[in-house]
């Protein structure tokens, strides 16, 4: 499995982005995908996740306490691709961040449950 991440940039505080994450390769009947941030000198941490199976149509969300009402994360099945709509954003959202990708079929917090990870798209909110 392999995640291309993009759509990170510089904003000012209160503006949007939207990130993709382009999921290609041999996937499962369910899984999960996740986006997880890393601020300088901080440890990684979940941002949101979406999960997807062959049985149901409808997906599981999760998200970080203080990304809700403010991040939306969703999934095109026809492209393979994961989006985090980023909106009210803020400077305490400087970060790089990372999609994910987890066999589980769970929307799970821990960056350990996931095992694919793609590389980063910086995103900088200044004040």
């Known amino acids: 499995v392999q995640l291309q991440a993009s759509g990170g940039g510089l904003v000012q505080a209160g503006g949007s982005l939207r990130l993709s994450c382009a999921v290609s390769?041999?996937?499962?009947?369910?899984?999960?995908t996740g986006w997880f941030r890393q601020a300088p000198g901080k440890e990684r941490e979940f941002v949101a996740a979406?999960?997807?199976?062959?049985?149901?149509?409808?997906?599981?969300?999760n998200y970080e306490d203080s990304v809700k009402g403010r991040f939306t994360i969703s999934r095109d099945n026809a492209k393979n691709t994961v989006y985090l709509q980023m909106n009210s954003l803020k400077p305490e959202d400087t970060a790089v961040y990372y999609c994910?990708?987890?066999?589980?079929?769970?929307?799970?917090?821990?960056?350990?449950?996931?095992?694919?990870w793609g590389h980063g798209t910086q995103v900088t909110v200044s004040s």
């Open positions: 994910a990708f987890s066999l589980s079929g769970l929307a799970a917090a821990r960056s350990n449950a996931y095992r694919y």
């Open positions: 390769g041999r996937t499962s009947s369910s899984y999960a």
């Open positions: 979406i999960t997807w199976s062959r049985s149901w149509s409808a997906s599981n969300t």
